[in-house]
């Protein structure tokens, strides 16, 4: 078995834990008990990681079309950082506060559904392919990395986006 092969099997059994994981705490585990309302500042802060991932997702972009390498280093390796922050933030509240409703009615409620759908959906997609094209980059096998890239940017940068739109329905709508 090459390496790749091994890299492969190892991102998507990571990944299929990491979704299984978040699964089970928002749906089945039972809520713990916070002192303070801290908690309650979770959901603003993910939003706060997400909407710097997006800019630093752009920014990076950005950089390697103007063959800027190591600024697109930085800020690709940044997006990564804001997004590990985002995502124990979001196992914290989760843990604390479990599933969260939508409560709105009408056609919004269809609006912001497809919204959270696509965007766990796609989310499912993104950790392998950022586990992937880390990869790659860090082989400096940099033909397959912007190949990988190429499909990891535009649905990086839609769940960062959708997730920030979610904080935002769930915050007017509730």
Request: glycine fraction near 4%; avoid cysteine.
């Amino acid at each position: 078995m090459s390496k790749d092969n091994k890299a492969y099997i190892f991102i998507g059994v990571l990944s299929s834990l990491v979704f299984a994981f978040l699964f089970w705490l928002i749906y089945f585990k039972e809520t713990a008990t916070a002192s303070g309302d801290w908690v309650t500042y979770l959901p603003a802060l993910n939003a706060i990681f997400n909407t710097m991932t997006a800019s630093l997702l752009v920014l990076g972009y950005s950089f390697i079309k103007k063959g800027k390498k190591e600024a697109h280093i930085k800020a690709m390796l940044s997006a990564v950082g804001t997004s590990a922050l985002f995502l124990i933030s979001y196992i914290l509240y989760h843990y604390y506060k479990g599933d969260t409703k939508f409560l709105a009615e009408g056609m919004i409620r269809y609006v912001y559904f497809f919204i959270l759908i696509s965007h766990i959906l796609l989310s499912m997609i993104q950790v392998p392919l950022i586990f992937t094209t880390l990869f790659f980059a860090f082989k400096k096998n940099y033909a397959k990395h912007k190949k990988v890239a190429r499909w990891t940017f535009p649905i990086w940068l839609y769940v960062s986006v959708t997730g920030v739109l979610i904080y935002v329905f769930l915050k007017v709508f509730n």
